[in-house]
């Protein structure tokens, strides 16, 4: 098979380039394999295969050249083969690829919760432990929560998202693709409304402190204070639909769960590191969880997940309580300590804040041209529109398909989202240039064009 063999990373030419139609020959050839050697269950966004990516492009067999707008879902914030994250990883794989931290330890993972712990938001004296994947990190995050309190209840949230194990399929809102069919789900998890502005009742104004009031009474009613071990929340909901909610929620229910002695986690896989501008997003109102969850942004591309948080909380759990045989991988862990180091050296909250500042104005402007767009929200580089039927708030998924299917074939990589499947979500690496970003968003604006 003729594939160009382009080095990615971030030496790669920044350019919308398209050699062929979107998929090419090539592409076509292998979505042919894949359909009859890769489960039907596994869906894809785009019909390319990808040779190389860096920056805000990705190359795909064909040799087209798109631009980015999705980051493997908010995962390569410092790009795709980022400098630091190739050379510690090259550097590791020739030592060692694997003792189990369990077995052996090595500093890397060491390395990897001492950034943690500095990084998460707090000042208090914090433990983390490693895991392969988000989902896997929300699991242990509800065991050591369970263990540290003594109580079972998990309370989660209308539009949540929060994996696909059984637990966290349990913990996620949206039946259809992630829970149709998969059932019996885990018990003893209870879930509240969202604060979700754009669709609260009584308006986006009264919507924090209505919010507050209906989660707090439904926990009293319907769970009991004393057995809620954990609240779970994304600081900003992702899978389902990129909902911020408004500035005092946050706050008022770290506060409520302090006084019932209830651990807040705060479920940052999508939102942290960098993505909204901020560190971490609970950063922006100063709300300190008791256990942040964190994956997808940590380590450049490699698989890696962590629980960080109050040490007398992960310390609660006793010796051999966690584990698991990959988690810390050194390789990831490497790759975590480079992409790190990239988003510090370059200060890649910075870059996310600059990327809202160019996005938000341009969306803002299409949404009062196309009346399709009911909502222009996010922060940072973590940016979405809601397309709902005009002058309504009713959700309007076929048109917000066909907005992505035509960019996907100008050569630009958006993804959707939303309980309703109506949202249009941008994550671009936040090491972007300035000229891909707009041209990005020139081609979203032509897509519209011809809605
Ligand atoms: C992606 C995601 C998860 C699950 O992470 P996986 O690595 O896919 O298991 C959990 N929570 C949030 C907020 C996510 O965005």
Redesign the pocket.
């Known amino acids: 098979m003729n594939l160009h063999s382009t080095v990615g990373g971030p030496g790669l030419a920044q350019q919308r380039h398209l050699v062929t139609e979107i998929p090419g020959p090539v592409s076509r050839e292998l979505l042919e394999r894949r359909q009859r050697s890769v489960a039907r269950g596994l869906s894809h966004v785009l019909p390319i295969f990808v040779t190389a990516a860096g920056g805000g492009v990705l190359i795909d067999a064909d040799g087209n050249s798109l631009i980015d707008f999705g980051s493997g ?1 908010a995962v390569t914030s410092v790009g795709n083969s980022a400098e630091l994250v190739v050379s510690r990883v090259t550097e590791q794989v020739a030592h060692f690829t694997h003792t189990c931290f369990m077995v052996v330890p090595y500093e890397g993972y060491v390395e990897v919760c001492e950034e943690l712990n500095r990084v998460t938001p707090g000042t208090y004296d914090k433990r983390s432990a490693l895991f392969n ?4 990190a ?1 699991e242990n995050a509800v065991k050591i929560a369970r263990h540290a309190t003594g109580r079972q209840a998990v309370v989660v949230f209308d539009h949540a ?4 194990t059984n637990l966290t399929m349990a913990m996620t809102a949206k039946n259809m693709p992630y829970k149709d069919g998969f059932g019996p789900f885990a018990g003893e998890v209870y879930r509240a409304p969202m604060a979700y502005p754009f669709r609260w009742p009584g308006g986006p104004a009264a919507c924090a402190a209505e919010a507050l009031d209906v989660v707090t009474g439904l926990i009293h009613a319907q769970v009991g204070e004393s057995r809620v071990a954990a609240v779970v929340i ?1 600081p900003v909901q ?2 389902g639909g990129f909902i911020v909610p408004p500035d005092g929620f946050l706050p008022g229910l770290a506060e409520y769960c302090r006084e019932h002695g209830i651990v807040f986690i705060a ?1 940052e ?2 939102s942290g590191f960098c993505r909204t501008g901020d560190w971490f997003a609970c950063d922006h109102e100063g709300v300190v969880p008791d256990l942040v969850t964190t ?2 942004g940590i380590a450049g591309g490699l698989p890696l ?1 962590g629980v960080t948080g109050r040490a007398e909380i992960m310390d609660a759990v006793h010796a051999g309580g966690l584990g698991g045989t990959y988690g810390g991988n050194p390789v990831a862990c490497a790759a975590a300590l480079g992409a790190i180091e990239t988003m510090s050296k370059e200060d890649l909250p910075a870059a996310a804040r600059r990327i809202g500042d160019i996005m938000l104005p341009r969306l803002r402007k299409l949404a009062q041209q196309y009346p399709v767009i009911g909502d222009v929200r996010g922060r940072g580089a973590m940016i979405a529109i809601e397309l709902v039927k005009p002058g309504t708030i009713e959700p309007d998924a076929a048109a917000t398909a066909r907005v992505a299917k035509a960019c996907h074939a100008a050569g630009l990589i958006v993804l959707t989202c939303g309980t309703f499947g109506n949202v249009l979500r941008f994550l671009p690496p936040l090491v972007i240039s300035e000229e891909l970003l707009n041209e990005g968003l020139g081609v979203l604006e032509e897509a519209f064009a011809a809605l």
Not at 161 to 164: L, N, P, S, V
């Open positions: 879902i994947s988000g989902a896997e929300v998202y929060h994996g696909r994304e992702g899978e479920d896989i999508q994956a997808k997940a």
